[in-house]
């Protein structure tokens, strides 16, 4: 890139041509205010804050949209420059609540008036939800704003909090812009927009539709983005500012989106987009966004054991519970014992686990060498996202993008603008059909839809309809990748389809399950049953609700059970321990813990350790997460090891040429009761 060279309050700074003064300055440490200007949004110059002088130039350009010039000599802080913002922020505050803003007590306000930060009512800092993180607050303080001349208009707006995740107080609004232009320019999204003109000037939705008819996604980037208490997250509204912010993977979808976990006073308060760009580009969907504090810290948490007596639930200590829960099991015949396992558990404790069923129950799995075959071809051709995002045409199947999946709608409509070509196979209308080229609906069977596919591609027959012109596509594209969602995965005559459409036109696959660590479960060998079930007498859940019948039911979870139990363990939330997960792309993903758990609550995998430890199990004696990695390291073969460049998936000729191995384990010998694991149907709470 050309550098150019300016001078800014006779600092003399390099930027790179195309860049902005406002850049340029920026990366060179010189303040300029600005309210509207976001690293993330093509320049607006909506606020006007960022005025600046430049040698040969009159009036006062803005300097997040005056690009950086050879020798340009720019001014930032003149008196004049001063005034100027002086005024127009004065302007800006004159519909905003603002007494304590310029409020000579506002110091001791903040020590001892903490009532009234949770009034109905905005009417300044002290009962605003964002003081303290409010960017007109830094703003005045940086212009060192004493009063305000213009009268203030209060606009007595209602609060808006009939949708879901935020309420909107659009009265704290200074119409920056920023939500409209994230979600327009960001997003890609038309739900927000400026509605009236003139002083009634005012940011909302076409036509007055709510947000979810509007059709928002709830993706949260808006909240994220406000520099003011307009907007504001429901279940973190009064909590102020974190503490400390961690950094981990988000566990519900298969994705692993990368998060920042915000934490105040040993309390997970929030969560937002994370530094790892490779898959979720600081996205995320509503479920990651606004569902990890909600989850963390709802009431139904399972906090201390407790064991069932006489119908009804009584505490128990931890000895109490592990013995009781060894009790039942080395009572019972091995035949007579089922485990139930959740594919969403970290893989650390998968691994645990199953080491620990192989202990405890028959080896009477059956292996169907059919399932493993299709699902194997499906597997060795992974991609991983920033493949996507080099592809010309994607084809999305049984794939829903308007919740789940949100983070990958932005994804598809980058690919749109730089010319891809997306085409959407679904049983029904979804929300990502309004801007794919070409739309199939899978009315009927959709394993014949993809055969039709395949048997055009081969013939090469010309036509007009859906299949042809999706077919024109896929045959005019060089980088095809094949998005599967949740809905196909568990139709193995489907996925045998879509196999042989990748193969036929050598596209790359990314497979999107909905539970968070299915593939980690496979890599494990942790299956989604052990042993008899039919008529179990003890049944072992471990991470989700029991679906047998038994005698007696062991139930482990970090939620209260929703079936009758004999006796409950309560675990640790991803949030509160260490571990890992496997994500689509094969690739393995490590989150810390971010908060202590509750009194009594542990990891899944030191429930079981002790639990074997009480029935004399040997080689379960492990004492920590990396214990448990440095084993799982070690099953790893030697020979002929190689990593693909596209995935983190690894591959050796081993039993069978192009097995894919993870971890040391076979893929292929792990693929019975995918299709359990895949069906969404089987989701229950907690997993």
């Known amino acids: 890139m050309t550098p150019v060279h300016l001078t800014i309050n006779d600092i003399h700074v390099e930027a790179v041509r195309g860049e902005t003064i406002l850049q340029a300055a920026q990366k060179n440490g010189i303040d300029i205010p600005t309210l509207c200007a976001c690293e993330d949004l093509p320049p607006f110059g909506g606020c006007r804050m960022c005025v600046v002088e430049v040698e040969g130039l009159r009036g006062f350009p803005t300097s997040c949209t005056t690009p950086a010039e050879e020798g340009m000599i720019v001014r930032t802080e003149t008196a004049a420059l001063k005034n100027l913002r002086l005024e127009i922020f004065n302007m800006l505050l004159s519909e905003h609540p603002l007494s304590c803003l310029v409020c000579s007590e506002k110091g001791n ?75 327009e320019k960001l997003h890609f999204n038309t739900t927000l927009t400026f509605v009236e003109r003139g002083p009634q000037a005012l940011v909302g939705t076409a036509f007055n539709r709510s947000h979810i008819d509007a059709g928002c996604s709830f993706c949260g980037a808006c909240v994220d983005h406000c520099p003011t208490g307009t907007l504001a997250e429901k279940t973190r509204k009064w909590e102020g500012i974190a503490e400390s912010s961690v950094e981990s993977i988000c566990p519900f979808c298969s994705a692993g989106c990368s998060i920042n976990l915000d934490v105040k006073k040993g309390t997970v308060i929030g969560a937002t987009p994370g530094s790892d760009m490779t898959v979720n580009g600081r996205n995320l969907c509503v479920h990651g966004r606004f569902g990890i504090p909600e989850t963390a810290n709802h009431t139904s948490r399972l906090q201390k054991p407790w064991k069932k007596a006489d119908g009804h639930p009584f505490e128990i200590s931890w000895e109490e519970a592990v013995e009781l829960a060894a009790e039942e099991l080395s009572a019972s015949a091995p035949e007579k014992i089922a485990l139930q396992v959740s594919s969403s558990l970290p893989l650390e404790d998968l691994f645990v686990i199953q080491k620990f069923a192989k202990t405890i129950v028959p080896s009477d799995k059956t292996q169907s060498t059919t399932s493993q075959d299709v699902y194997d071809r499906l597997f060795t051709r992974t991609a991983s996202f920033n493949d996507l995002r080099g592809a010309d045409c994607v084809l999305l199947a049984g794939v829903d993008t308007r919740y789940s999946l949100s983070w990958l709608e932005y994804e598809l409509k980058q690919l749109k603008r730089k010319g891809a070509q997306i085409i959407s196979v679904n049983r029904q209308e979804r929300q990502l059909e309004r801007f794919s080229d070409t739309c199939i609906r899978a009315n009927g069977d959709a394993a014949e839809l993809f055969n039709q596919l395949v048997s055009t591609l081969k013939s090469g027959e010309t036509g007009i309809g859906q299949i042809h012109q999706a077919v024109d596509t896929l045959n005019q594209s060089r980088n095809r990748v094949l998005v599967i969602g949740d809905a196909c995965l568990s139709d193995l005559t489907l996925v045998e389809k879509i196999n042989s459409l990748a193969e036929e036109i050598n596209a790359s696959v990314i497979c999107l399950p909905l539970q968070g660590n299915v593939f980690g479960a496979l890599a494990a060998g942790a299956l989604p049953y052990y042993g008899n079930t039919s008529s179990p007498d003890v049944l072992y859940t471990i991470g989700c609700q029991p679906v047998l019948p038994a005698g007696f039911t062991i139930y482990q979870n970090s939620f209260q059970p929703s079936e009758d139990v004999g006796l409950a363990l309560p675990s640790a939330f991803f949030t509160e321990r260490d571990g890992s997960y496997v994500n689509s792309e094969f690739r393995q993903q490590f989150f810390q813990k971010a908060v202590d758990p509750a009194e009594l609550v542990i990891p899944d995998w030191q429930i079981v350790t002790r639990i074997a430890g009480k029935m004399g199990i040997h080689g379960l004696d492990f004492t920590s997460v990396n214990e448990i990695r440095e084993e799982m390291s070690t099953s790893r073969p030697a020979e002929n090891w190689k990593k693909t460049s596209a995935a983190g998936c690894w591959f050796t000729q081993s039993a069978r040429a192009n097995d894919p191995v993870f971890l040391g384990s076979p893929l292929s010998s792990k693929v019975a009761g995918l299709a359990y694991l895949l069906d969404s149907n089987h989701a229950k709470a907690g997993d």
Not at 127 to 155: F, H, M, W
């Open 109 to 183: 306000c903040s020590e001892c008036m903490v009532t009234i930060r949770k009034s109905g009512v905005t009417t300044g800092c002290g009962s605003c939800n964002k003081d303290g993180r409010c960017e007109i607050q830094t703003l005045a303080e940086r212009l060192g704003v004493k009063d305000i001349r213009l009268p203030v208009k209060y606009r007595y707006y209602p609060v808006e909090k009939a949708d879901p995740f935020y309420d909107r107080d659009y009265n704290l609004c200074v119409l920056c812009g920023r939500c409209v232009q994230i979600c």
